[in-house]
């Protein structure tokens, strides 16, 4: 499993997407998390500004990966 290090206390949703190179921008990220392909936690996430932090696990299209502090 992949992991992305926080610079703060959290990050967004569609933001670690991106961060993690799962989806090319934030539009891409915006319509993955409408259409229900992302899961935070094991839960279908529907809010792109979604904040994560240290411990959450997100899945998308067969991937994943945890956030870190």
């Known amino acids: 499993m992949e992991t992305i ?3 703060d206390d ?4 569609g933001q ?3 961060l ?3 989806v090319e921008s ?4 915006k319509y993955a998390i409408q259409d229900g ?3 935070v936690n094991g839960q279908v996430e529907m809010q792109r500004g979604k904040k994560l932090v240290p411990g959450d696990v997100v899945s998308f299209d067969g991937k ?3 956030v870190e502090s």
């Open 5 to 7: 290090h926080l610079k």
């Open 10 to 13: 959290f990050i967004k949703l």
């Open 16 to 18: 670690a997407l991106k």
């Open 20 to 22: 993690a190179g799962l």
């Open 26 to 29: 934030g539009v891409d990220a």
């Open 37 to 39: 392909l992302v899961k």
């Open 64 to 66: 994943e990966f945890k």
